[in-house]
């Protein structure tokens, strides 16, 4: 049970070290209003026609009496727009990476570089669009078994007394590690380290991961968290990545951050990775 407590103690010291990189914090926040003005069109839109959506997909009952009609059609409305709010949070994270990788992979190296001994960040050597592929492709993968979950969860939701209460909280759970994936992923991926292993490594260590992505995860349900804390995240599960592969995390690293270059600079500006 130690290690619930050690994942939450990252994420607190992710949210810190934004804390006092504050302009690495500033730009750390586009990608998740970007993302979150897509959702809330998205959810909004869905509120709007999603009761005209359930209708033309039930055209079979369009001769039920009332009241079972309008119940069963508001029944179903609900229950589209329900797992519509699930998926947005449970996609929000890796969208938001996917917009913001060079965002986020800039931001992963500076606390890297901020916490090794050695002042070292490692790198991936690639090209920024294959970066972006493997990043769309892991974070499909991750959304599918997500969904999967998502499905089988609301299912079990209408198990009586255990749906209403042990339900939900594994729902937290399973939420906590899919989101603890997608945000380590960002120090991993640069170290080389394919999705198959990256699970593996989260797996061999739950009570860890959950206690980082648990919180978080019931965080991101209140509006607007969620765009605010992802820095922060970001930066807790690149120091959360260095302890799953045992790398030294130097106390107290702590750089200036007028000291350091504004994040991220112009694309035309920025390294390649291979450097």
């Known amino acids: 049970?130690?290690?619930?407590?050690?994942?939450?103690?990252?994420?607190?010291?992710?949210?810190?070290?934004?804390?006092?990189?504050?302009?690495?914090?500033?730009?750390?926040?586009?990608?998740?209003?970007?993302?979150?003005?897509?959702?809330?069109?998205?959810?909004?839109?869905?509120?709007?026609?999603?009761?005209?959506?359930?209708?033309?997909?039930?055209?079979?009952?369009?001769?039920w009496s009332r009241p079972w009609l309008g119940l069963f059609r508001g029944f179903l409305t609900a229950v589209l727009f329900a797992l519509g709010l699930l998926l947005s949070v449970v996609t929000f994270t890796a969208v938001t990476l996917l917009i913001g990788q060079p965002f986020y992979e800039n931001l992963s190296e500076r606390v890297d570089r901020d916490?090794?001994?050695?002042?070292?960040?490692?790198?991936?050597?690639?090209p920024l669009w294959r970066e972006l592929?493997?990043?769309?492709?892991?974070?499909?993968?991750?959304?599918?078994?997500?969904?999967?979950?998502?499905?089988?969860?609301?299912?079990?939701?209408?198990i009586p007394v255990a749906g209403q209460t042990v339900v939900p909280v594994?729902?937290?759970?399973?939420?906590g590690f899919f989101l603890t994936e997608e945000l380590t992923a960002v120090a991993l991926q640069r170290r080389s380290v394919e999705l198959r292993t990256r699970l593996t490594l989260l797996r061999s260590r739950r009570t860890l991961v959950w206690g980082f992505g648990t919180p978080l995860a019931v965080a991101f349900l209140v509006p607007f968290v969620a765009v605010f804390l992802m820095p922060g995240a970001v930066a807790g599960a690149t120091l959360m990545a260095r302890?799953?592969?045992?790398?030294?995390?130097?106390?107290?690293?702590?750089?200036?951050?007028?000291?350091?270059?504004t994040l991220p600079q112009p694309p035309s500006e920025w390294p390649s990775p291979g450097r």
Request: hydrophobic share 50%.
């Open 243 to 261: 302890d799953l592969l045992g790398e030294d995390i130097r106390e107290g690293g702590e750089e200036d951050d007028q000291a350091v270059t």
């Open 133 to 158: 592929w493997i990043s769309a492709r892991d974070s499909l993968r991750i959304v599918v078994r997500a969904a999967l979950w998502g499905v089988l969860l609301f299912a079990c939701g209408f």
């Open 115 to 126: 916490v090794s001994p050695d002042g070292h960040a490692p790198e991936s050597g690639l």
């Open 1 to 63: 049970m130690r290690d619930l407590g050690t994942g939450f103690r990252y994420l607190l010291k992710g949210q810190r070290w934004v804390a006092r990189h504050g302009r690495s914090y500033g730009f750390g926040l586009l990608p998740g209003l970007i993302t979150l003005v897509l959702y809330a069109a998205a959810l909004v839109a869905l509120a709007l026609w999603g009761e005209d959506l359930v209708g033309w997909a039930t055209p079979f009952a369009d001769d």
């Open 170 to 175: 594994i729902g937290f759970f399973v939420t």
